[in-house]
């Protein structure tokens, strides 16, 4: 033998020692040996020598070799035991061969020795190689008994014939059929009971036998239906399939997250099919830039249409239609945009690819990226060219139209001053009192409309006149015309900022005019003195004006319906026409409150 074996001896005759090792060597045996003969030398040994092979004398003077192999067989057994005695019987081997000797050798026939001994370590190497696959065999099948239990798959195993063999726990579980129930049964019937007609006629056998790929199966479970991946191979001892793994997936959540998928990615190609129909439909601009101003990819064919420019033109560039300055107030609205705002609304002059100067409103909106980071700019611009050369038209005949009113109301005024002057000169053919104050009467209105029409005339704003600085003109007109009571009688004049349309203003000029003239000629007789208070505010839903005095107060028996003076048939008339409400108080003073709706 080639490699050098230990051999550990227990032998008490030199002679015998030495005629055993020379047969050993002359058997071409390769050897280190080591003789002992007493049982704790001998322990001390086994331990430390750790011989491949013990050859044991019978008897021994101290020791014996039948304790010699019970304790081999308790801390080496493994290693092979062979008998070599000068003195052994037949039956006494045989006994000896029962209970773990590997073999036995007479003395007296040596010759045998070492072809025993070749054959005991050739068993004992075979012995041992058979012990250690099946150690290894069973390491792995508790490995993968483990894994077979433990696993959150379903796993099942089928003979050839398609009937079960086992199933894991995973399975057990979740389907509520007990394993014991599952072993032997039918595969086929399984199949058609779980998915149906899924396979060909629900014969999951016959697709096991012809096909290689997992397959996707659908059951019902316990939500609803849930999605199986079905992975699948025989299982081969010495050539034959003897067995078929199954392991199945349940794989419901990734094909939710895969249909998912799909469902957003179509969505996202609607609305990306929607949003260019869109931007391709509509008659804005819209353009798409980076952080540094050039055009991204997107300008679209309005874009085409305003700016003169096609898309290849203008890709990569920056916008072509800004001159230098309204490039530098363009780089202004970048900065603030990049700045995460939204601008809109901004009137910017451009030159189109013809050189035509046309005006556009603009918007931006900053791009940010999944991060919220800004990654661009959306820019869109509406041409608006139109609509300012209509603004300028329409100011530009406004303007016209303002000066023209302006003349209008200067006219008026002049023509109601040439109708008061007229009636002064008519006045003078007559010498009747009561005529003479029906003319003065009638002029104080003239002038009272008159003012209306000046007031308009002298301001900015042609549709609507300062009623309080109205008053305050009327006013004195009124004390100068009673120039004889200005001084016995005191008005006081408290006007809020009230802007009235002229046709209103006109009625309550003539309304104020009526009560005002009536103070001074009916309530303050004989030089008597006193005060005229006339107020004006803005009240909720409209306007209250009060005009009030300490005179004499009204007569006896005073009716406001049944009165038949000219002054205040007009003030109840022009109420009525104002839609407003006539209220007279006389506790302290006599006081005319007219409220006016807004």
């Known amino acids: 033998m080639g490699s050098n074996i230990r051999i550990l001896i227990l032998e008490d005759v030199p002679l015998d020692l030495e005629l055993m090792e020379a047969e050993l060597r002359r058997d071409g045996i390769n050897f280190q040996s080591h003789c002992v003969e007493e049982e704790e030398e001998y322990r001390k040994s086994i331990t430390e020598f750790q011989p491949d092979i013990i050859l044991a004398d019978h008897s021994l003077p101290h020791f014996d070799g039948i304790s010699a192999m019970y304790i081999a067989q308790e801390i080496t057994p493994e290693t092979p035991f062979i008998f070599v005695s000068g003195q052994m019987g037949e039956e006494f081997a045989v006994e000896m061969l029962k209970k773990g000797a590997t073999d036995y050798v007479l003395k007296h026939n040596l010759s045998k020795l070492g072809h025993s001994v070749k054959r005991a370590l050739k068993e004992s190497e075979e012995h041992l190689n058979k012990k250690r696959a099946e150690e290894r065999l069973a390491r792995s099948e508790k490995k993968y008994r483990a894994l077979f239990e433990l696993s959150p798959d379903y796993m099942m195993v089928l003979d050839p014939d398609g009937h079960v063999l086992d199933i894991n726990h995973r399975l057990e579980e979740d389907s509520g059929i007990s394993r014991e129930d ?64 199954i392991i199945g997936r349940n794989i419901t959540k990734r094909k ?50 305003i700016f003169g420019w096609k898309r290849m033109e203008v890709l990569g560039k920056p916008l072509p239609f800004l001159n230098d300055n309204k490039g530098t107030m363009y780089e202004n609205i970048m900065h603030n945009v990049l700045s ?58 406004l303007e016209e139209k303002e000066v023209l009113l302006r003349e209008i109301h200067h006219r008026v005024k002049n023509n109601l001053q040439i109708i008061s002057s007229l009636m002064s000169l008519q006045s003078e053919y007559t010498r009747e009192p009561e005529t003479l104050k029906m003319f003065q009467e009638s002029k104080n209105r003239i002038r009272s409309m008159a003012l209306i029409h000046e007031k308009l005339y002298q301001s900015g704003d042609m549709a609507h006149i300062d009623f309080g600085e109205y008053l305050k003109s009327l006013v004195e007109m009124l004390s100068t015309f009673h120039k004889e009571k200005k001084d016995d009688v005191k008005v006081h004049l408290n006007c809020e900022d009230v802007f009235l349309e002229i046709d209103t203003a006109i009625s309550m000029g003539l309304i104020v005019n009526e009560l005002v003239s009536n103070c001074f000629k009916h309530s303050f007789p004989l030089d008597r003195n006193g005060e005229v208070e006339i107020n004006l505010s803005k009240m909720s839903g409209g306007y209250l004006l009060e005009v009030a005095d300490d005179g004499v107060g009204l007569p006896e028996g005073f009716d406001l319906e049944s009165t038949g003076t000219l002054g205040l048939l007009i003030v109840q008339t022009l109420t009525m026409q104002l839609r407003g409400s006539l209220e007279i108080k006389t506790a302290d003073k006599t006081c005319f409150s007219l409220f006016l709706k807004e």
Request: aromatic share 8%; with cysteine.
């Open 340 to 397: 995460g705002e939204f601008k809109s609304d901004l009137e910017l002059e451009c030159a189109r690819n013809d050189g035509e100067q046309i005006y556009t409103m603009m918007a931006t909106a900053p791009l940010l990226n999944v991060d919220n980071n800004i990654q661009g700019v959306m820019a869109t611009f509406a041409d608006i060219s139109d609509m300012i050369m209509a603004e300028k038209q329409i100011k530009a005949s």
């Open 256 to 305: 939710t997250a895969e249909n998912a998928l799909i469902e957003s990615k179509k969505r996202l190609h609607d609305v990306n099919t929607y949003l260019e129909a869109i931007i391709n439909a509509s008659p804005f601009a819209i353009v798409d830039l980076h952080l540094d101003g050039r055009v991204k990819s997107l300008w679209n064919p309005a874009a085409e249409n």
């Open 182 to 245: 599952f072993v032997g049964k039918d595969a086929n019937e399984i199949a058609r009971d779980f998915v149906g007609d899924q396979f060909n006629n629900g014969e999951i056998t016959d697709y096991l036998r012809n096909h290689t790929e997992p397959m996707e199966i659908k059951i019902e479970g316990h939500g609803g239906f849930e999605y199986i991946e079905v992975h699948h191979a025989p299982i081969v001892k010495e050539g034959k399939i003897f067995a078929i793994q």
